[in-house]
């Protein structure tokens, strides 16, 4: 199986901040790599598939990069409803898809 | 509007059964791919099972043998028939569409539209 990390697994930060989130996988996935959301309590959210594109409805201040092992979500204004987990997901070895063990992001 | 409502969780006893239903409106269960997605309290995301369009089925390796996923097509409903429950299947589950879309000559797989998760807990 296809193994993914993230880093890190948690970060503070503030309205207004640029954050990052990397995520690895153990092997070349090329661009099959996607991003979600999830809130306390919530199902999680497609934000970013195929690597860089954004999924429909979801705020331009979301973006991704990267191909190949390594990747990384950026948010480049961080809103208050932003705080949230997130997760990567390799669909590379479709069925068998893994996730990353998720990056909370909460208030500084 | 589309929308997958799950139900069917519930407390079981160790080696008992469930069966989880997800119920879908605003698209055809049948014309996509469907998943399984389970949480455990306080963990990560981690693949169950998948069903193709075509009928075809794969489970993750932590439940292959014990769980079923299938769907109804007359109620545009999916499932999974849970059996031999562990301690460790205790978590909420989620069912999800697999979207397949065409971007730069790839075809790529992503879950867009997921239920709000029902809750199994396996416990004596």
């Known amino acids: 199986d296809i193994q993914m990390t993230q880093s890190p697994s948690s970060l503070s930060a503030s309205v207004g901040d640029r954050v990052t989130i990397t995520c690895r996988a153990s092997q070349s996935i090329s661009s099959y790599l996607n991003w979600y959301q999830q809130k306390p309590g919530k199902a999680p959210k497609l934000l970013i598939y195929?690597?860089?594109s954004l999924q429909s409805g979801v705020p331009s201040r979301f973006s991704g990069s990267g191909s190949g092992t390594d990747f990384t979500l950026t948010i480049s204004s961080l809103q208050p409803e932003d705080f949230a987990t997130y997760y990567c997901?390799?669909?590379?070895?479709?069925?068998?898809?893994?996730f990353g063990p998720g990056t909370k992001v909460d208030i500084k | 509007e589309v929308q997958l409502v799950e139900s069917g969780g519930g407390l079981v006893q160790p080696g008992g059964s469930l069966r989880l239903s997800c119920a879908a409106s605003?698209?055809?269960?049948?014309?996509?791919?469907m998943s399984w997605v389970r949480q455990a309290p306080g963990k990560g995301l981690e693949w169950v099972s998948v069903?193709?369009?075509?009928?075809?089925?794969y489970y993750a390796d932590s439940v292959k043998g014990r769980f079923t996923i299938s769907r109804d097509n007359s109620k545009n409903t999916l499932y999974l028939q849970m059996n031999s429950l562990r301690a460790e299947d205790t978590a909420v589950y989620y069912c999800?569409?697999?979207?397949?879309?065409?971007?730069?000559?790839?075809?790529?797989?992503?879950?867009?539209?997921w239920g709000k998760g029902t809750t199994v807990t396996v416990s004596s």
């Open positions: 195929a690597a860089s």
């Open positions: 997901q390799q669909s590379y070895s479709t069925p068998r898809i893994t």
């Open positions: 999800a569409r697999d979207k397949g879309k065409w971007e730069l000559n790839y075809y790529y797989y992503y879950m867009d539209v």
């Open positions: 069903i193709y369009s075509g009928g075809s089925t």
């Open positions: 605003g698209f055809t269960v049948s014309s996509n791919y």
